[in-house]
C-alpha cells in the first residue's frame, strides 16, 4: 500500500485523548477539528524540560528522495515508547512546495507516520499562511513608506533588503519589478519572492521563546537604508506589533499523533540548505516539558540540519542532547559511491564500499559536538544481505552503535532495537554537547571553521559582493550572530555534482543575508536559491480529489 492507503486505515483518537496521554487537559488546547490541536505555551516547564534526554535524528548527504529521517524520528518514537520511555517526537510543518514538487510531504510513511497526513500536508492549522502574511504586510509597510510623502523614513530603494514569500516553488517570482503602473502605483524596484520556508519570520518564530521575544525578534528585523545611510529595522516602521499580532496562533506548537496512537509535535518548517532546518524551540521545549525522551530531526544531511541545530538552535535555547541517531541507507551510500540513480535498488558491493567515505565524514562530524552517535540503517526491500552484513562490520570496527531499523515495514516494532542502542548511549552519559564555535568569533572565522571542519573544504572564497556585506554587517555591529550557511544538500561541499567525500575543494561565499531579527547571518553559497522551481514532472500532477472529497496521490 501507498503512505496515503495505510493512513487511511487507521482509527484516529480524538485530539482530547491524546492531549491527556501528553500531560494536558482538554480544557487547555485549542482544537482543530477531531484530530488536531493548538498547545499553550504555558504548559512549558523549563525545569521539567532539562530533565528530558533530547535525541536528534539527521543523516547522511542524501539522495534526492531522501533518506527517511522523518520516517526514522517517528518509528525511533514509537520504540522508545514500546520499551516504556514516555517519548515525544517533534517535527517540522511540511511546505506544499516540496508537497507539489518532487520530496513529497513530511509526515514519514508506511508503518511510521503521524496522522491526520493529508491535513498536515495541505495547509495543517495556517501556521505557513499566518507566516506568509506577517512577512508580506511588513513588504507592503516598507513600499508604502518609500511612497509616502509626509510619514517617510526617506527608506532608499535600492538598499531594501527585504523581499515577499509564498509557500510554492515558482522560480518565475524569484526576480520581479513592483510598483509599476504609475505615481499612484508606487516607487518601481526590483525585488523578488522567497519560499516561506525561508522567510527570516519563520525564523524568528522557530527560534522565539514566547510572545514578547516574538515581537522583539520581528522589530529587529533589517531593512535597508535611508539615503543618508542610516539603517532602518521594521521597529522603525512601527511593524513589529501587527504582525506579531498575525502569528498570535501560529506561535503555539500543534499536537497530533502517530499511526501507533502517540503524542507528537509538529511546529515550523525552516528547510537546511536556505534555513536553519530545525522545527522550533517552543515545540521542543514543550514535548521535553512533558516527556522522558524527546525525538527530534534536523534537515537533510549532518553536515547542513544537524550543524545549524547544534550551533544556533542548541546555543539560543541551552539546550543538549544526549545522542544523534545518523539515518543512513545503503542506495544513498551507493549513490555517493558512483552508482546511476537509476540503479540504486540493484546490489552493488562496490558501489557501497566506495561510498562509504561519506558515513564516516559525517560520524566524525558528529564527534567534534562531543554527542555519541547511533547508526540507524534503514531498511529497503532492495537492500542485499552482504550489503546490511558489510554496513554493521563498519560500524563495528568504529565502535559505533548500529541497528537495522525497518520503520516504514514495522512501524514501533521495527524499531526495538534501534531504541534499545539510544536508551544506552544516554545512560552511559558519554555526551557532553560542545559548540563548533563560539558566536563572538569573527564572521569570516565562524564561516571558515563550519566550511573546513564540518564540510571538508580546503578554504573558503569570497567574492567582491560577499565582501561588501562583511563590512556592512561590520558596520551594523552584527559580528557576533551565529551562522546558517545557505548550501546543496546534495554533496558536502557547494557544487551538488561532487558525490561522496570530496576534498581539496573550495567553498565559494556569493553573498551574506543579514537575519537581525532571527539572530543570524546566512552566507549563500554556489548555485542555492532561496526560490525552489518545480520538476519536469511535479507530484502536483499525480494529486486529485474524488466528489466526495478522498484525496489520492499524496506521499
Known amino acids: 500500500m501507498t503512505d496515503l492507503q495505510i493512513a487511511k ?26 484530530y488536531k490541536a493548538k498547545l499553550p505555551l504555558k504548559a512549558i516547564n523549563k525545569e ?27 518509528g525511533l518514537s514509537e520504540g522508545l515508547n514500546r520499551l516504556n520511555k514516555k517519548t515525544t517526537v517533534v517535527l517540522r510543518e511540511p511546505s ?32 505557513f499562511a499566518a507566516i506568509e502574511k506577517a512577512h508580506n504586510l511588513l513588504s507592503a509597510i516598507i513600499d508604502n513608506n518609500i511612497q509616502s510623502k509626509t510619514t517617510s523614513l526617506q527608506i532608499d530603494p535600492r538598499t531594501v533588503s527585504w523581499k515577499r514569500v509564498i509557500d510554492m516553488n515558482d522560480r518565475a517570482l524569484r526576480r520581479i519589478i513592483v510598483g509599476l503602473g504609475g505615481t499612484t502605483s508606487g516607487v518601481p524596484r526590483e525585488t523578488g519572492f522567497d519560499i516561506t520556508a525561508a522567510s527570516e519570520i519563520m525564523a524568528i518564530l522557530c527560534l522565539a521563546e514566547n510572545l514578547n521575544d516574538l515581537k522583539t525578534r520581528l522589530g529587529h528585523i533589517f531593512i535597508g537604508y535611508t539615503y543618508d545611510r542610516n539603517p532602518i529595522y521594521a521597529k522603525d516602521l512601527k511593524a513589529q506589533g501587527a504582525m506579531a499580532a498575525l502569528l498570535k ?21 525552516p528547510f537546511a540548505n536556505i534555513a536553519q532546518g530545525t522545527n522550533s524551540v517552543i515545540a521542543t521545549l514543550m514535548a521535553m516539558s512533558h ?23 542548541c546555543q539560543s535555547a541551552g539546550l543538549k542532547p544526549k545522542a544523534v541517531v545518523l539515518t543512513t541507507t545503503i542506495r544513498a551510500l551507493k549513490y555517493h559511491g558512483g552508482a546511476d540513480l537509476n540503479s540504486l535498488t540493484e546490489p552493488d558491493l562496490e558501489a557501497l564500499k566506495n561510498g562509504l567515505p561519506n558515513l564516516e565524514k559525517h560520524l566524525e562530524n558528529i564527534y567534534k559536538f562531543k554527542v555519541a552517535p547511533v547508526i ?67 564572521v569570516t572565522d565562524k564561516i571558515e571553521t563550519i566550511a573546513t571542519e564540518i564540510y571538508g573544504a580546503e578554504y573558503v572564497d569570497y ?33 551538488p555534482k561532487l558525490l561522496g567525500r570530496p576534498k581539496d575543494f573550495i567553498i565559494t561565499v556569493r553573498e551574506i543575508e543579514i537575519a537581525a531579527g532571527a539572530g543570524f547571518l546566512i552566507p549563500i553559497t554556489g548555485d542555492i536559491m532561496r526560490m525552489p522551481g518545480l520538476p519536469i514532472h511535479p507530484s502536483s500532477e499525480g494529486i486529485d480529489i474524488s466528489d466526495d472529497g478522498e484525496i489520492t496521490g499524496l506521499f
Not at 483518537?13 to 477539528?33: C, E, R
Open 463 to 495: 567574492t567582491s559582493k560577499a565582501k561588501a556585506d562583511l563590512k556592512k554587517i561590520s558596520h551594523l555591529g552584527l559580528d557576533h550572530l551565529p551562522i546558517c550557511i545557505a548550501k546543496t544538500q546534495k554533496s558536502l561541499s557547494d557544487n
Open 249 to 269: 496562533e501560529a506561535i503555539k506548537p500543534n499536537l497530533v499523533q502517530t499511526i501507533e496512537g502517540n503524542p507528537a509535535i509538529i511546529h515550523g518548517g
Open 96 to 127: 506544499l512546495g516540496p508537497v507539489f514538487g518532487i520530496k513529497g510531504g513530511a509526515t514519514g510513511g508506511g508503518f511510521s507516520q503521524v496522522l491526520p497526513m493529508e491535513d498536515i500536508n495541505l495547509h495543517f492549522t495556517g501556521d
Open 9 to 34: 486505515t487507521i482509527t484516529l483518537k480524538p485530539i482530547i485523548d491524546i492531549a491527556k496521554t501528553f500531560g494536558i487537559d482538554s480544557d487547555h488546547i485549542d482544537m482543530y477539528g477531531k
Open 291 to 313: 516527556s522522558d525522551y524527546t525525538v527530534t530531526e534536523a534537515g537533510f544531511g549532518f553536515d547542513l540540519g544537524a550543524e545549524k541545530f547544534f550551533d544556533i538552535k
Open 376 to 442: 540507524a540503517i534503514n531498511r529497503f526491500l532492495s537492500d542485499s544481505d552482504e550489503e546490511i552484513e558489510f554496513i554493521l562490520d563498519f560500524a563495528k570496527s568504529k565502535g559505533v552503535k548500529v541497528a537495522l531499523a525497518d520503520v516504514w515495514a514495522k512501524g514501533g516494532e521495527g524499531a526495538i532495537e534501534l531504541a534499545q542502542c539510544v536508551i544506552d548511549v544516554v545512560e552511559s552519559n558519554t555526551s557532553e554537547f560542545k559548540p563548533l564555535y563560539d558566536w563572538n568569533s569573527s
Open 48 to 74: 521539567q524540560a532539562h530533565k528530558s534526554h533530547l535525541i536528534l535524528v539527521s543523516a547522511i548527504s542524501p539522495t534526492p528522495a531522501g533518506e527517511g529521517k522523518t520516517t526514522m524520528s517517528i
